[in-house]
């Protein structure tokens, strides 16, 4: 079965960077558009970045845009999601999700077929 396992989150302070790693199974990483995602407390689940199959197009939320890199590498079967200038509203759980697509502005939850379980990145003050 399809299986994408987050890690890289942490605590880091205001200004910092982390990178986030999502390793995929089960699947031919190479015919899948992945995203991250990410939800803070209170909130809905909300988009941040996508990137296309061979990693060539990106797209990513205006919030997060000029900090925040995605890229693949499909020999690892891994996408990243590199974060830097990191603020307090940057604090969520972040989660990767896949689907067989050829779009890469699905912005909705319900358009990604399969999710990990989660990271948290913590952004203090």
């Known amino acids: 079965q399809v299986q994408l396992v987050e890690s890289g989150g942490g605590l880091v302070q205001a200004g910092g960077s982390l990178r986030l790693s999502c390793a995929a199974s089960g699947l031919t990483f190479s015919g899948y558009a992945m995203a991250w995602f990410r939800q803070a407390p209170g909130k809905e689940r909300e988009f941040v970045a996508s990137i296309n199959r061979s990693g060539v197009t990106t797209y990513y939320a205006d919030s997060v845009k000029g900090r925040f890199t995605i890229s693949r590498d499909n020999a690892k079967n891994t996408v990243y999601l590199q974060m830097n200038s990191l603020k307090p509203e940057d604090t969520a759980v972040y989660y990767c999700?896949?689907?067989?697509?050829?779009?890469?502005?699905?912005?909705?939850?319900?358009?990604?077929?399969?999710w990990g379980q989660g990271t948290q990145v913590t952004v203090s003050s």
């Open positions: 999700a896949a689907d067989r697509t050829f779009r890469i502005v699905q912005l909705t939850t319900l358009e990604w077929n399969y």
